[in-house]
């Protein structure tokens, strides 16, 4: 039990650093994108309105969710270097493979996960918990 549950989380440590390289690789790609659209000959007024463009925010959505994404990513190979990856950062019991499974960098165990999520709807927060 114990031994398979080490393989699955080096499984899961590989799927980590695989979507990891992954998220720079098209990051990279889709930065270049950005930094082109927003330099292109525009004046100050357009800048201005920059946000508003749908190419702009679409793009800059995407960016935001993958630098979203690669924080919980590093958060989680701190763990991996802590020897902590795996353990709920609440309440230090095991996170279950199968959450692990979808939800790689989780850092809380479901119990607290869930609860955090109640208290950030009772306090009007969108953030979602991992
Ligand atoms: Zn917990």
């Given at each position: 039990m114990k031994r398979s549950r080490s393989r699955e989380?080096?499984?899961i440590r590989k799927r980590l650093l695989e979507r990891r390289a992954a998220i720079l690789d098209v990051n990279r790609a889709a930065r270049k994108e950005f930094n082109s659209l927003s330099t292109?000959?525009?004046g100050p007024e357009y800048e201005e309105n920059a946000q508003v463009a749908l190419a702009d925010y679409t793009l800059y959505?995407?960016?935001d969710t993958q630098m979203q994404e690669l924080?919980?990513?590093d958060?989680?190979?701190?763990?991996i270097e802590e020897g902590t990856f795996g353990r709920c950062?609440?309440?230090?019991?095991?996170i279950s493979i199968e959450r692990l499974r979808a939800l790689p960098y989780a850092l809380l165990c479901q119990e607290?996960?869930?609860?955090?999520?109640?208290?950030?709807?009772a306090s009007g927060a969108s953030?979602?918990?991992l």
């Amino acid at each position: 039990m114990k031994r398979s549950r080490s393989r699955e989380l080096r499984r899961i440590r590989k799927r980590l650093l695989e979507r990891r390289a992954a998220i720079l690789d098209v990051n990279r790609a889709a930065r270049k994108e950005f930094n082109s659209l927003s330099t292109q000959d525009r004046g100050p007024e357009y800048e201005e309105n920059a946000q508003v463009a749908l190419a702009d925010y679409t793009l800059y959505k995407l960016l935001d969710t993958q630098m979203q994404e690669l924080k919980m990513i590093d958060a989680a190979q701190t763990q991996i270097e802590e020897g902590t990856f795996g353990r709920c950062i609440e309440c230090d019991r095991e996170i279950s493979i199968e959450r692990l499974r979808a939800l790689p960098y989780a850092l809380l165990c479901q119990e607290d996960a869930r609860r955090r999520e109640s208290e950030q709807l009772a306090s009007g927060a969108s953030l979602p918990s991992l």
